[in-house]
């Protein structure tokens, strides 16, 4: 499961990729950003004018425990609900805590450069703690396919409102699989940004696919 990712382009770069005006940039003074769940990071979205804005959420959709076989929250021995965990990667969107957010005035990308895995070989003498993948050319910018939601707190912030994302991961495809076999994140072609963000959710979901791994390299030496 992907919980730990490295964006080092600049906001510039950004912005060229995906299509995002200086004005809608809300980022601020955004420099290289390791990220892990609950940390802010940038995300893209299509504003209602249809232009693209870039603003900062915090990784994770928030996960009630519930009761099982019910929709009701599960409650400690005290009788208070357990706290919140983030839901950084889904696999399933159609569950019912993300069935809400498929329209695609909650979807987003999420931009990135290198992305890791955990090392199931990480015990081993000499072997790093992740294995770490992205494009055939070094730390080159690519996007997530997301997913937003509002909520009434964030992370940071039990106090105030704040929207947070998640993204969609699928099969891993033939580069990632020896090391992660379970799933790899959903990684679009840039020509279907436009899709992604805009698409009905009948042909959005197409979009939950492997990446080719042909286009995309492992690189040993990040940490």
Not at 27 to 45: E, L, S, Y
Not at 59 to 65: A, I, L, N, R, V
Request: aromatic share 12%.
């Amino acid at each position: 499961m992907c919980n730990f990712e490295k964006l080092r382009s600049g906001a510039d770069e950004i912005r060229r990729m995906f299509n995002v005006q200086s004005q809608f940039d809300l980022t601020g003074n955004m420099g290289p950003i390791d990220k892990f769940p609950r940390r802010a990071g940038p995300v893209i979205r299509r504003r209602a004018d249809g232009d693209r804005e870039m603003l900062m959420m915090e990784w994770g959709h928030p996960y009630f425990k519930r009761v099982k076989g019910s929709n009701e929250l599960a409650l400690k021995a005290n009788g208070e609900p357990y706290a919140p965990t983030p839901t950084t990667n889904i696999r399933h969107p159609h569950y019912p805590m993300f069935r809400d957010y498929l329209a695609p005035e909650h979807r987003c990308l999420v931009p990135s450069n290198l992305f890791a895995e955990p090392n199931p070989k990480a015990k081993q003498p000499g072997q790093p703690k992740n294995i770490w993948f992205g494009m055939k050319e070094p730390e080159a910018l690519y996007a997530f396919a997301g997913i937003w939601r509002p909520w009434e707190r964030t992370w940071a912030d039990k106090e105030n409102a704040g929207d947070v994302y998640a993204f969609l991961t699928t099969d891993p495809n033939e580069l990632v699989k020896p090391h992660h076999p379970k799933a790899m994140p959903v990684i679009l072609h840039p020509d279907d940004y436009e899709a992604w963000l805009t698409a009905d959710w009948k042909e959005a979901k197409a979009l939950q696919r492997p990446f080719p791994a042909d286009e995309m390299a492992i690189y040993p030496d990040v940490e």
